[in-house]
Nanobody
Framework: VQLQASGGGSVLPGGSLRLSCVAS????????MGWFRQTPGKEREFVAA????????NYGGSVKGRFTISRDNLQNTVFLQMNSLKAEDTAVYYC???????????????????WGQGTLVTVSS
């Protein structure tokens, strides 16, 4: 599956952004989907994941309560709604697909088969 992420940009602290990731291919509804982020010099960090039918989600501790992951299987799209953004949320955000159709969304980078190109989110005053 090929993934195309979009929606990044610059925002003030406390603001909101919504990222989108569109997948090509017919099996999108079979994939678990995740968002990860990375800043220069740091490891890629798990942000959020959603299982194949949207019934289960999982969040990294630093974003829980502020970010929401969702998906629309008819549009082959996964979303990341980011609210109450902080300077430390600044990063390149990547969407990823987990082809094992997990019942519960997985959090390890190595469990994801396909990656999008990344979209930059900058939170700054």
């Amino acid at each position: 599956v090929q993934l195309q992420a979009s929606g990044g940009g610059s925002v003030l602290p406390g603001g909101s952004l919504r990222l989108s990731c569109v997948a090509s291919g017919r099996r999108f509804s079979s994939y678990g989907m995740g968002w990860f982020r990375q800043t220069p010099g740091k490891e890629r960090e798990f942000v959020a994941a959603i299982n194949w039918n949207g019934a289960a989600t999982n969040y990294g501790g630093s974003v829980k309560g502020r970010f929401t992951i969702s998906r629309d299987n008819l549009q082959n799209t996964v979303f990341l709604q980011m609210n109450s953004l902080k300077a430390e949320d600044t990063a390149v955000y990547y969407c990823a697909a987990d082809g094992q159709r997990p019942t519960l969304p997985r959090t390890a980078e190595s469990q994801y088969d396909s990656w999008g190109q990344g979209t930059l989110v900058t939170v700054s005053s």
